[in-house]
């Protein structure tokens, strides 16, 4: 399904593009990383046969522009950046949802942190939070040296030390309207990875969070920080289709499994049904 609607919204330092698909209950998916809204148009087609779907890129990302220079990137701005998107396109007093994938995962809590009055429900995929693991300190090293090798050697070695977080794997290829890996090697992966959640204001919105991970990505590294946020807010975590970034190989499995994890306990049968119309 092609977007109703697509614009784009001035922020501060950055212009904003976005799409919407469908009509209904509002739900932002926020992309992580080097990906832009194209990562979420198969998910985002599905959903949107019951729901109104926003997508768009990151700030510094493909079609979503910077007003300067690059510079490293800040979860706290990123997460502005949602909710003034939110304010642009939502009702002022409709209830939001939201998906947050690895480091749209970040940007999807910190969101909730500072507007808890504004969400519904969030879901956050794999963030990134490697500062939480008792091992950081050599997971940080490597992040250090990946952008170091980028900077010295090129792109081709760097995304092999980036297997690491992947079990050893290469990441998976993305759909995406621009390449944006230098933008995501030189000033997204290290201060994102690097970025620790308040953990007393998550407790605060712990109702509001739903941790969520892939079924074949669970021994990776880039899956450890949802188990470790989840067990100190003694949580479960709630496995979905696919490893890291199933939304994009299993959209309509993944857009079920999310209908379900977003739906109130009651009647969450019913919802699933109707906005996967029950062929899933």
């Not at 507007?115 to 300190?137: K, N, Y």
């Not at 990441?171 to 997204?188: G, I, K």
């Not at 712990?206 to 941790?211: E, I, N, P, Q, Y």
Request: proline share 8%.
């Amino acid at each position: 399904m092609n977007p109703l609607d697509s614009g784009t919204l001035a922020v501060p330092g950055a212009k904003i593009y976005f799409e919407v698909r469908g009509e209904g209950p509002f739900l932002l998916l926020i992309g992580g990383g080097n990906s832009d809204a194209a990562v979420y148009k198969r998910l985002a087609a599905v959903l949107a046969q019951n729901r109104r779907v926003v997508t768009y890129d990151p700030r510094g990302n493909s079609r979503s522009v910077l007003d300067g220079p690059p510079v490293d990137q800040r979860v706290e701005e990123h997460a502005d950046d949602a909710y003034r998107l939110i304010g642009h396109l939502a009702g002022p007093d409709e209830p939001v949802d939201v998906f947050g994938s690895c480091s749209g995962g970040l940007i999807a809590l910190e969101l909730t942190i500072r507007h808890p009055d504004r969400i519904r429900r969030v879901v956050a995929h794999e963030p990134p939070a490697l500062s939480l693991l008792p091992d950081a300190e050599q997971h940080l090293a490597l992040l250090d040296d990946i952008r170091a090798t980028y900077l010295r050697e090129g792109m081709a070695p760097a995304l092999v030390k980036l297997q690491a977080l992947h079990g050893g794997r290469p990441a998976p290829a993305l759909p995406e309207v621009h390449d944006n890996t230098d933008f995501f090697l030189t000033h997204f992966v290290r201060p994102f990875t690097r970025f620790v959640p308040d953990l007393a204001a998550l407790e605060e919105v712990a109702d509001k969070v739903v941790w969520a991970g892939g079924h074949a990505s669970r021994g990776d590294l880039v899956h450890r920080p949802t188990l470790v946020l989840a067990d100190r807010l003694g949580r479960d975590v709630e496995l979905f289709p696919g490893g890291h970034v199933g939304y994009a190989r299993y959209p309509a499995d993944f857009a079920e499994r999310l209908v379900e994890v977003l739906a109130p306990a009651a009647g969450a049968a019913d919802a699933v049904r109707a906005a996967t119309g029950g062929g899933l």
